[in-house]
T-cell receptor, first 113, second 114 residues
């Protein structure tokens, strides 16, 4: 069965510091991979997605993610965090031809001034 | 208007009451989903539907039922609400959009069962 693991429940970084949020998935074939962000009291916003091709994907708000098949990972990165990036981040996977999205448990990002 | 509209936005109900959460979409997508979000658990799939006559249970369907009244409408019902069904509920659709493929989520319904 498909599964997604986000090993970090909380991460705290200083404003201006770099960020990496980890995501590992379990799926036999090539997955479709997504990162969503949820600001407090808000819905879900898509940051980026990977279907195929270039394994480094650029998203909105300066985020990028890299698909590493050998590590079953799709980590999210940002070179310089802004206070407005404080939110909860969800990694999600859709298995090829499964047509349903499975989410990780989320990572809450706190940004120190 | 939003592509995926959920009603109500917030609801407080009593234990044992029947409640329906509604979802409508203007995306023209065939696939629709209901998810539940709990702190520390992420979003978990309750039910999903690939067309009007195709409805499937997700990982946490117990205590819930759904109805796909039309391609654009997918309702979630709690036949007898219990406090541990207090959560944030999201409806979503999936399909082709602007040459790409992806999911569109509603703004969520916050349900409190007292």
């Amino acid at each position: 069965a498909q599964s997604v693991t986000q090993p970090d429940i909380h991460i705290t970084v200083s404003e201006g510091a770099s960020l990496e949020l980890r995501c590992n998935y379990s799926y036999g074939a090539t997955p479709y991979l997504f990162w969503y962000v949820q600001s407090p009291g808000q819905g879900l916003q898509l940051l980026l997605k990977y279907f195929s091709g270039d394994t480094l994907v650029q998203g909105i708000k300066g985020f990028e993610a890299e698909f590493k098949r050998s590590q079953s990972s799709f980590n999210l990165r940002k070179p310089s965090v802004h206070w407005s990036d404080a939110a909860e981040y969800f990694c999600a996977v859709e298995g090829e031809s499964s047509y349903k999205l499975i989410f990780g448990s989320g990572t809450r990002l706190l940004v120190r001034p | 208007d939003a592509d995926v509209t959920q009603t109500p936005r917030n609801r407080i109900t009593k234990t044992g009451k029947r409640i329906m959460l509604e979802c409508s979409q203007t995306k023209g997508h065939d696939r629709m989903y209901w998810y539940r979000q709990d702190p520390g658990l992420g979003l978990r799939l309750i039910y999903y539907s690939f067309d009007v006559k195709d409805i499937n249970k997700g990982e946490i369907s117990d205590g819930y039922s759904v109805s796909r009244q039309a391609q654009a409408k997918f309702s979630l019902s709690l036949e007898s609400a219990i406090p541990n069904q207090t959560a944030l509920y999201f409806c979503a659709t999936s399909g082709r959009q602007g040459g790409s493929y992806g999911y569109t989520f509603g703004s969520g319904t916050r349900l409190t069962v007292v």
